[in-house]
């Protein structure tokens, strides 16, 4: 069976992406940062004990900052396919650490395309591309769309992205950059607006939060679920031909509806509990981002199946379930989320 190198391992879309593969059978490398504390809450369900007979589940530690170490890494796994979903992938976050999130999210890129190069250029490289890359282009966005990125965050992102492509022309590997839209799940990290309502709005039920502070209401976004997108993601690595997809629902909504669909799930009025607050406002602001996937629908038979209403639906349940439970940020969603 394949072996499958994962950066981002420990973050929502690592997560998922690992239960994915490890269901294929794959035996996955998942790279980790040291950290003070426990930050593998959303893998905590996939440990296997190292003694295990069929120990696949295999974490080693590693930055995206220390290229010496990618290189050491992919020399002694010789992964088969390669999933770079590392990221800082805060965007208002990333007007305050342009140079950290520069370092990270492009120059780590091409530390480590350089690594496959030289220790394992037949390994199929995925690199996790954002639709923040279109910024300002109007919508709807599809691969051709030009890119006119409005942050550090997405300006680093478009970079990693033509790195990924070059080195797919230039040395023939086989190198894809998925352009993802929005996408969410109860695994989102908490200061991203989806789960940042969805929480608020289970403690606000709970009587243990009143106000919710919010900045820009008015941005629209095409917000899919995040379990759909790593299926794409694998699929983008599975085509006989490397090529850059879009991954998108195609449906928009404004921050604005999302708040008011989940206040309304838990039968709360928004109104009376959000209050704006300008340090949620962006220097540069992204106002509209609705994808269109007809290529990944027509090359790789992949379709977002759930939808906005569903998707809030599932978020303010899970959160909901956690404050009734008493359980912490990631442990009400076990498996199934
Ligand atoms: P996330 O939950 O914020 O996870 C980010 C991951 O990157 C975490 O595992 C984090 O580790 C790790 N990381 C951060 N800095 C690192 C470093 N210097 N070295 C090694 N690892 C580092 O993000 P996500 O939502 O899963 O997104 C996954 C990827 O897709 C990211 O590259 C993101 O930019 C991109 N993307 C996401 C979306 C979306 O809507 N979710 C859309 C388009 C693109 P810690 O746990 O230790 O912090
Ligand atoms: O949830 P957000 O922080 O996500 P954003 O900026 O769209 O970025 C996410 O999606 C990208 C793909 O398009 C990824 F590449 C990126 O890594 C990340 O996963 O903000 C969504 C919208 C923004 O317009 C923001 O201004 O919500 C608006 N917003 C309004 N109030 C807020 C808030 N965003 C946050 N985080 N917190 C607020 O209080």
Known sequence: MPTAFITGITGQDGSY???????????????????????????????QDPHDADYRLRLVYGDMTDGARLHALLAEIKP???????????????????ESTGDIDALGVTRLLESV?????????????????????????????????????????LYAHHMTRNYR?????????GILFNHESPRRGATFVTRKITRAVAAIKAGAQDKLYLGNLDARRDWGFAPEYVEGMWRMLQAATPRDYVLATGEVHSVREFAQRAFARAGLDWQKHIEIDPRYLRPTEVDVLQGDAARAEHDLDWKAATRFEQLVDLMVDADLHAQQHGRGEFEAVGRHF
């Open 17 to 47: 992406l690992a239960e994915l593969l490890l269901s294929k059978g794959y035996t996955v490398y998942g790279l980790i940062r040291r950290s003070s504390t426990f930050n593998t809450a959303r893998i905590s369900h996939l440990y």
């Open 80 to 98: 088969d396919e390669i999933y770079n979903l590392a990221a800082q992938a805060h965007v208002k976050v990333s007007f305050e650490t342009p």
């Open 117 to 157: 190069r030289e220790v394992c250029p037949k390994a199929r490289f995925y690199q996790a591309g954002s639709s923040e890359m279109f910024g300002s282009s109007p919508a709807p966005q599809n691969e051709d769309t030009p890119m006119l990125p409005r942050s550090p965050y997405a300006i680093a992102k």
């Open 169 to 177: 022309e230039a040395y023939g590997m086989y190198a894809v950059s």
